[in-house]
């Protein structure tokens, strides 16, 4: 198993940009969730998935959209970037299960602005 | 929503002592209480972590203990060595809810030899 794979590792935008995040996962978790990490602080939740077809918003929402259409996959959207979404990003993934209650974390994806 | 606090931001400690990080959460309906490692550049990694049915859970030098009456929960570290210097993050969140994490602001462990 991959795990959970998110690309690019880097990137690099110019305000008001738009791009793509991709997350994916291959252990058939049915929640998968989104945070970004700014330097010295903890993670913040962006948006999370129950199951394929179902999001909803975290704590800081503003300037992101996500779907779920299948299983494995998570995208995060920014709309139009700006500096303050400088950021790591780092998809998680869980099991609804009442077995395991630990997520798995992908390697991040380190994203600048200018 | 979930706020979680976390102290101190950050704690130096001699090789060989130990080091206790304490967290505070809002929402007593969280079940679910992880503490991660982070070193620099990587993803959190979940060092140990308790449920809302146990008091206390140990892993070798790591132990976690929680109240869940006054809400708060505790990583303790014995015989701390250089190699568990990283940031460490308590977190708490509810199975049901998608069991999303609601993390605290971190504390820089620094373990000098």
């Known amino acids: 198993n991959a795990g959970v794979t998110q690309t690019p590792k880097f990137q690099v935008l110019k305000t008001g940009q738009s791009m793509t995040l991709q997350c994916a996962q291959d252990m058939n978790h049915e929640y998968m969730s989104w945070y970004r990490q700014d330097p010295g602080m903890g993670l913040r939740l962006i948006h999370y998935s129950v199951g394929a077809g179902i999001t909803d918003q975290g704590e800081v929402p503003n300037g992101y959209n996500v779907s779920r259409s299948t299983t494995e996959d998570f995208p995060l959207r920014l709309l139009s970037a700006a500096p303050s979404q400088t950021s790591v990003y780092f998809c998680?993934?869980?099991?609804?299960?009442?077995?395991?209650?630990?997520?798995?974390f992908g390697p991040g994806t380190r994203l600048t602005v200018t | 929503g979930e706020n979680v606090e976390q102290h101190p931001s950050t704690l130096s400690v001699q090789e060989g002592d130990s080091a206790v990080i304490k967290c505070t959460y809002s929402?007593?309906?969280?079940?679910?209480f992880p503490w991660y490692k982070q070193e620099l550049g990587k993803r959190p990694q979940l060092i140990i972590d308790?449920?809302?049915?146990?008091g206390e859970k140990k892993d070798q030098r790591i132990a976690v203990t929680l109240n869940k009456t006054a809400k708060h929960f505790s990583l303790h570290i014995t015989e701390t060595q250089p190699e568990d210097s990283a940031v460490y993050f308590c977190?708490?969140?509810?199975?049901?809810?998608?069991?999303?994490?609601?993390f605290g602001g971190g504390t820089r462990v620094l373990v000098k030899p």
């Open positions: 929402d007593s309906a969280s079940n679910y």
């Open positions: 308790i449920r809302s049915n146990v």
């Open positions: 977190a708490a969140s509810m199975k049901a809810a998608g069991n999303k994490l609601t």
């Open positions: 998680a993934s869980t099991t609804s299960g009442t077995g395991t209650y630990e997520q798995y």
